[in-house]
């Protein structure tokens, strides 16, 4: 059973939005650091967003910050990120994460994330 399950991508032109959310099931992550990471095509995986257990613990990645916000609902054991002002370069197959470390996460170190989603695309036409 996948623990992550993500919905809310989809296809959007520049500059548009989109919701992506990302629903735990069968355990609880409600004292872990939960987040996004996303692969472009032909690219590696890159870390977007983190959240902890503080809704004011937050991490971004500098081509992300001012335009994505990730939030936390441990009542229903989802996390949120809420893409703004899309751009064609933040087209790729956005992933949930959990259990990870994001400091070393958002300056690409190697970072081992106990759980991953399988998965949701975003596409962003020009």
């Known amino acids: 059973q996948v623990p992550l399950v993500e919905s809310g991508g989809g296809l959007v032109q520049a500059g548009g939005s989109l919701r992506l959310s990302c629903a735990a099931s069968g355990r609880t992550f409600s004292s872990d650091y939960m987040g996004w990471f996303r692969q472009a095509p032909g690219k590696e995986r890159e870390f977007v967003a983190a959240?902890?257990?503080?809704?004011?613990?937050?991490h971004y990645a500098d081509s992300v910050k001012g335009r994505f916000t990730i939030s936390r609902d441990n009542v229903k054991n989802t996390v949120y990120l809420q893409v703004n002002s899309l751009k064609p370069e933040d087209t790729a197959v956005y992933y949930c994460a959990a259990r990870f470390d994001p400091r070393s996460a958002r300056i690409g170190a190697q970072t081992f994330v106990h759980y991953w989603g399988q998965g949701t695309q975003v596409t962003v036409s020009s």
């Open positions: 959240i902890g257990i503080s809704a004011s613990d937050t």
